[in-house]
T-cell receptor, first 113, second 114 residues
Framework: DSGVTQTPKHLITATGQRVTLRCSPRSGDLSVYWYQQSLDQGLQFLIQYYNGEERAKGNILERFSAQQFPDLHSELNLSSLELGDSALYFC????????????FGPGTRLTVL | EDQVTQSPEALRLQEGESSSLNCSYTVSGLRGLFWYRQDPGKGPEFLFTLYSAGEEKEKERLKATLTKKESFLHITAPKPEDSATYLCAVNWGAGGTSYGKLTFGQGTILTVHP
């Protein structure tokens, strides 16, 4: 158990809908990262927050957005969902600004029908 | 272009048969190289961090090494419970907007038969 929690575990929704994925980092960690894992693309970095501020951005779609709250939990919002958004979404956390190891949560499996 | 390449894509070993997995990278400004283990449907589990060429880390049957162009994960006398996908990732760049970004390889699927 990494200490990172994610909810929900599974999410099934329809195209065009909007969903919110939630992540609680390990106790004391200030950085939260979001990754997407699909069969054809592998693990892809989406975005990083450090103590509430955006710090690094990957190829995150404009339909996706994230935020980190004062209690350090984070939410990833996915809107106007398409079939291709079906994937595993992982949250990770680390205690540092970003140069050290990241600890991953169990993931949320999103299925868009 | 591929920045992190892992080989082989899949590896089948007999229990006790030692081998190595490779991770080669073409990024500049390497800040750290990370090895993870991932079981099906689960989150990656952190194994090692390597920061500079020549560095080595060991944990049970696993040993990770780093050169200027690649890293190896050596598995000594593997057991069936070592079966998993092993992922390599790099943190690189000159700061700015890439602080915490990890770039992952596609992974090596390891199967250890009893």
């Amino acid at each position: 158990d990494s200490g990172v929690t994610q909810t929900p575990k599974h999410l099934i929704t329809a195209t065009g809908q909007r969903v919110t994925l939630r992540c609680s980092p390990r106790s004391g960690d200030l950085s939260v990262y979001w990754y997407q894992q699909s069969l054809d693309q592998g693990l892809q970095f989406l975005i990083q927050y450090y103590n509430g501020e955006e710090r690094a951005k990957g190829n995150i779609l404009e339909r996706f957005s994230a935020q980190q709250f004062p209690d350090l939990h984070s939410e990833l919002n996915l809107s106007s969902l398409e079939l291709g958004d079906s994937a595993l979404y992982f949250c990770a956390s680390s205690g540092s600004f970003g140069y050290n190891e990241q600890f991953f949560g169990p993931g949320t499996r999103l299925t868009v029908l | 272009e591929d920045q992190v390449t892992q080989s082989p894509e899949a590896l089948r070993l007999q229990e006790g048969e030692s081998s190595s997995l490779n991770c080669s990278y073409t990024v500049s400004g390497l800040r750290g190289l990370f090895w993870y283990r991932q079981d099906p449907g689960k989150g990656p589990e952190f194994l090692f961090t390597l920061y500079s060429a020549g560095e080595e880390k060991e944990k049970e049957r696993l040993k990770a090494t780093l050169t200027k162009k690649e890293s190896f994960l050596h598995i000594t006398a593997p057991k069936p419970e070592d079966s998993a996908t092993y992922l390599c990732a790099v943190n690189w760049g000159a700061g700015g907007t890439s602080y915490g970004k990890l770039t992952f390889g596609q992974g090596t699927i390891l199967t250890v038969h009893p």
